[in-house]
C-alpha cells in the first residue's frame, strides 16, 4: 500500500517539477517567475491602495488612500490580488497552484498511509517551495474559488507557510487575518466517504 502511493506520490512530483521548469514571464523562467509575480503583485497591490494625481510638472504622485479597517484593508488586498491574478497570471500560474492542490489533497485523503507519515510527503514539496511560492500561495488562499476554502484547509493542516519570509507580505495585518480564516468543517467529507483515492 506504502508502494503504491509513493509511486503516484513522485509520479506528481515529477510532474510538478515539469510544470515550474515551463513557467516564465516577462523574460523570468522557472522558479523566477515567482519572484516576478510578487514584484507585480506588489505593484498591482500599490496602484489599488494609492490615489495617483498629476503634478505641474507631469509627474504622478501617490497618496495612501485611508483603510480604516482590517476588513477595508483586506477588501484592497484583495482586490489587487484579483486583477493581478485575473488580468496576468491566471494562464500562467494556474496550472501550477492546480496541480501543488492536487498533490496535498492527494496526501491529505489516502487512506495507504498513516497521519505523521503524510506529514513527511508534505514536508518533501514544502521543502521545495522557494519563499515566492510560499508569499503567492499565501495570497492565493484568500480568494473565494481559488485558494480559499480547500487550498487553506491543506496549507493549514500541513502547515505550509510555516518559514515564509515575512518580508514578501504587502502588509503586515495580513498575518493575523490569514491566521483568522480558520476553516472548521473538512471540505473534502465527502470525497472521504467515497474513499477517493484509495
Known amino acids: 500500500r506504502k508502494q503504491r502511493f509513493e509511486n503516484t506520490f513522485f509520479q506528481l512530483l515529477s510532474l510538478h517539477h515539469d510544470i515550474v521548469e515551463k513557467l516564465s514571464v516577462d523574460g523570468y523562467l522557472g522558479r523566477e517567475t515567482f519572484i516576478r509575480s510578487v514584484i507585480d503583485l506588489k505593484a498591482y497591490y500599490k496602484s489599488e491602495t494609492h490615489d495617483y494625481i498629476q503634478n505641474t510638472y507631469g509627474e504622478f504622485i501617490g497618496t495612501e488612500k485611508t483603510r480604516a479597517t482590517l476588513e477595508d484593508e483586506i477588501n484592497c488586498m484583495k482586490n489587487a490580488y484579483h486583477n493581478f491574478y485575473i488580468k496576468k497570471y491566471n494562464n500562467i500560474l494556474g496550472h501550477y497552484f492546480r496541480n501543488l492542490y492536487h498533490i496535498f489533497k492527494f ?92
Open 107 to 198: 496526501i491529505f485523503l489516502t487512506d495507504q498511509i498513516v497521519f505523521e507519515q503524510k506529514q513527511f510527503y508534505a514536508n518533501i514539496i514544502r521543502a521545495q517551495l522557494s519563499n515566492a511560492e510560499l508569499t503567492m500561495l499565501f495570497y492565493n488562499c484568500f480568494i473565494e474559488n481559488l485558494g480559499y476554502p480547500k487550498f487553506k484547509f491543506l496549507v493549514d493542516k500541513f502547515d505550509l507557510i510555516q518559514n515564509m519570509d515575512d518580508n514578501d507580505i504587502l502588509d503586515i495585518r495580513h498575518i493575523s487575518a490569514f491566521e483568522s480564516l480558520i476553516i472548521t468543517q473538512n471540505p473534502f467529507k465527502k470525497e472521504i466517504s467515497r474513499n477517493a483515492y484509495v
